[in-house]
């Protein structure tokens, strides 16, 4: 029987390897992981927003795609500029786990630190923040970006709340024994 490898492409192979999994690429695991945190909370603020998410579970998505769905559901936020930042975190994201060695990384990881550093302008000393290692950079990047969609997320509920009542109120028959929300 013949072997699938030669020993060359084992020897290569082994060696790629070790140099992917031997060590933690701390970076790629805020990214990783952060990103995941944000696709979350876009799908709870598109799921709080509509009436019928489960009609969009079979819709497959894209992340781009769910932003601009919230993107557009806000009423003063639409254009702020946070977005711009949470679409850099993804492109960053699709670099890092769609390629081990991409060539644009260090381009999307500086687009996200300036976008990152242009929020957080009028923060005293941040410019100090600049020295940090990309890793933290990235975590403070997606914690803004995490506290931005949370105050989005009070948004949608707010607006929620009114939808309720007003069905209540105007809708009387779907509701017979329940009392307002």
Same mark, same amino acid.
């Given at each position: 029987?013949?072997?699938?490898?030669?020993?060359?492409?084992? =020897? !290569?192979?082994?060696?790629?390897?070790?140099?992917?999994?031997?060590?933690?690429?701390?970076?790629?695991?805020?990214?990783?992981?952060?990103?995941?945190?944000?696709?979350? /909370?876009?799908? =709870?603020?598109?799921?709080?927003?509509?009436?019928?998410?489960?009609?969009? /579970?079979?819709?497959?998505?894209?992340?781009?795609?769910?932003?601009?769905?919230?993107?557009? *559901?806000?009423?003063?936020?639409?254009?702020?500029? *946070?977005?711009?930042?949470?679409?850099?975190?993804? /492109?960053? !994201?699709?670099?890092?786990?769609? #390629?081990?060695?991409?060539?644009?990384?260090?381009?999307?990881?500086?687009?996200?630190?300036?976008?990152? @550093?242009?929020?957080? /302008?009028?923060?005293?000393?941040?410019?100090?923040?600049?020295? !940090?290692?990309?890793?933290?950079? *990235?975590?403070?990047?997606?914690?803004?970006? @995490?506290? @931005?969609?949370?105050?989005?997320?009070?948004?949608?509920?707010?607006? =929620?709340?009114?939808? #309720?009542?007003?069905?209540? *109120?105007?809708?009387?028959?779907?509701?017979?024994?329940?009392?307002?929300?």
């Amino acid at each position: 029987m013949k072997e699938p490898f030669s020993d060359a492409q084992r =020897k !290569r192979f082994t060696e790629r390897f070790a140099e992917h999994l031997g060590k933690v690429d701390e970076l790629t695991l805020v990214v990783l992981k952060g990103h995941l945190l944000l696709e979350e /909370a876009i799908e =709870k603020i598109i799921s709080t927003f509509v009436f019928h998410p489960e009609q969009l /579970a079979d819709g497959r998505l894209t992340f781009v795609q769910r932003v601009a769905i919230a993107r557009s *559901m806000s009423l003063d936020e639409h254009e702020n500029t *946070m977005w711009d930042l949470i679409l850099a975190i993804n /492109a960053l !994201r699709n670099d890092l786990a769609h #390629s081990l060695d991409s060539p644009k990384r260090s381009n999307t990881l500086a687009r996200v630190r300036e976008l990152y @550093f242009r929020e957080c /302008a009028d923060i005293p000393n941040i410019q100090r923040d600049r020295l !940090r290692e990309d890793q933290h950079i *990235m975590a403070l990047a997606i914690a803004l970006s @995490f506290g @931005f969609l949370g105050g989005f997320q009070n948004e949608v509920d707010r607006f =929620k709340e009114w939808v #309720s009542m007003l069905d209540h *109120m105007v809708n009387r028959h779907r509701h017979p024994r329940r009392s307002l929300p």
